[in-house]
């Protein structure tokens, strides 16, 4: 069964991109799952994280986006919906939305694989009166890419029509927090818009708990952590700890897992990643 992921804070700059983007390509290399990572965050920096600017820009030129699965051209509607029966409308074909971004190989033969749905700047107006688009992610996801272990949504920081789809689309959800005093302080406020989302949708996501990132050694870090926990959140056991080492691995995820001098780093990822596991 696919596990699907919603990864969210109302805060931009707590690291979720980094988070989504690292959880994705360990669950890939080292646990041989297949994995989609969907950016429908419209400044798409999980796009730019996994693929280099030309692939990026042929995609966009020649391919579809997040966008295309949220504002389906007739055509694409038409086969969606209709998928399973028999109508004469072109399948929608999978390939034409992703980037295959990696692919792990053990003697030569792929084991685990990591593909992209990426996002599009057209994403930053997104907004519809059309009904019943809050639900086109979940149906596409559902019916195309079920062959997936996991999915992990990567979110923007607002609560929109964008959010709405991830959830409504996901089984699970998982919160970064940068431990400052700013970052913390969305936490109510996100607590707040999944109580009315699972009161008005019907539907309750399974909270997965709380990643620390970016934290630093130092008194703001330790208090805000405490208090985050004190109140009540469930946090993961390891956190992602404060280095231009992670904020690099954007240039080579390859060689951030690989040089042993960010070994530190890449294990964090990883102690978090089977916690992750163990949690699912
Ligand atoms: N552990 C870390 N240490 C240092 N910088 C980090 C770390 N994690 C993320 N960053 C940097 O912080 C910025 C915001 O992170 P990002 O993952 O894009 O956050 P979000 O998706 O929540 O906006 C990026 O420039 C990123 O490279
Ligand atoms: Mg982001």
């Known amino acids: 069964m696919t596990k699907v992921i919603t990864v969210i804070n109302m805060k931009g700059g707590v690291g979720k991109t980094t988070l989504s983007v690292n959880i994705s390509y360990i669950l890939g290399r080292y646990h041989s799952k297949k994995i989609l990572l969907v950016d429908i965050d419209p400044q798409f920096n999980a796009t730019q994280y996994l693929v280099g600017q030309n692939e990026i820009l042929n995609h966009f030129e020649n391919k579809k986006t997040v966008y295309d699965i949220l504002m389906p051209s007739k055509e694409d509607e038409i086969s969606l919906s209709s998928s399973r029966k028999k109508t004469k409308s072109q399948p929608i074909n999978l390939d034409d939305y992703i980037i295959k971004a990696r692919t792990f190989l053990l003697r030569n033969r792929v084991v685990g694989n990591l593909d992209l749905i990426p996002s599009s700047l ?159």
């Open 122 to 280: 057209k994403l930053i107006n997104f907004e519809t009166n059309k009904r019943g688009v809050e639900n086109l992610l979940k149906k596409f996801l559902d019916e195309k890419c079920s062959h997936y272990d996991y999915i992990i949504i990567d979110c923007p920081p607002t609560l929109s029509l964008l959010t709405l789809s991830a959830y409504l689309a996901s089984e699970y959800y998982l919160i970064p927090i940068k431990p400052d005093y700013l970052s913390s302080l969305g936490l109510p406020l996100l607590e707040r818009g999944l109580e009315e989302y699972e009161e008005l949708h019907g539907h309750s996501l399974k909270n997965l708990g709380v990643v620390f990132t970016m934290v630093s050694a130092g008194k703001v870090s330790e208090e805000i952590m405490t208090s985050v926990k004190t109140s009540g959140w469930d946090c993961f056991k390891d956190h992602s700890s404060h280095s231009t080492k992670v904020a690099k691995s954007i240039k080579s995820l390859n060689n951030f897992y690989s040089y042993a001098a960010n070994k530190r780093y890449s294990e964090e990822f990883k102690s978090i990643t089977q916690e992750l596991l163990n949690k699912l």
